[in-house]
């Protein structure tokens, strides 16, 4: 039997402890051990983009990093993303664009256009759609994911 080793961490602004075998993925910790099942597992091979989650303000698959790697470190999902009620702007603009279906990789391409939107606020579409190649969707195509970000982005901007 393999040791589980005790991790603390922060996810979404929260302090919060879990144990994990050291083999578990970051994606199988937050969905198993810490209830954030917004970060989906598509591949498990880090090409789909479905379980993408920031690690210290860096867009990465969760699929890919070891839970114990989390040690002492933010963890950003999809869950943090709303203000309790009140949704982010990605996250609203994604409605009124229609930019979602099956809603698998929904909140993976949310984490990674709010990562965009937090390092560059005002991005071509050049640059959006360069940030979410590494998002696979094969419900909606991308024009639609494309617009609702350029969309958030001018709002967010107008609101700063």
Request: with cysteine.
């Amino acid at each position: 039997m393999t040791k589980r080793i005790h991790v603390s961490t922060e996810l979404n602004g929260d302090a919060v402890d879990f144990l994990c075998d050291p083999r578990e993925t970051l994606l199988d910790c937050l969905r198993d051990h810490l209830g954030a099942m917004g970060a989906k597992e598509g591949c498990g091979t880090g090409d789909c983009g479905a379980c993408s989650v920031t690690l210290d303000g860096r867009l990465v698959c969760s699929c890919l990093v070891l839970g114990v790697e989390a040690e002492g470190k933010q963890i950003g999902t999809v869950e943090g993303m709303a203000d309790g009620e009140s949704l982010h702007p990605l996250q609203r603009k994604f409605i009124e664009h229609a930019a979602l279906q099956c809603g698998i990789c929904t909140p993976g391409i949310l984490v990674a256009a709010k990562n965009l939107l937090e390092r560059n606020p005002d991005p071509s579409e050049t640059e959006v759609r360069y940030w979410l190649a590494g998002n696979l969707c094969r419900c909606t195509g991308y024009d639609k994911i494309v617009r609702a970000v350029m969309d958030a982005a001018t709002e967010m901007r107008e609101a700063s």
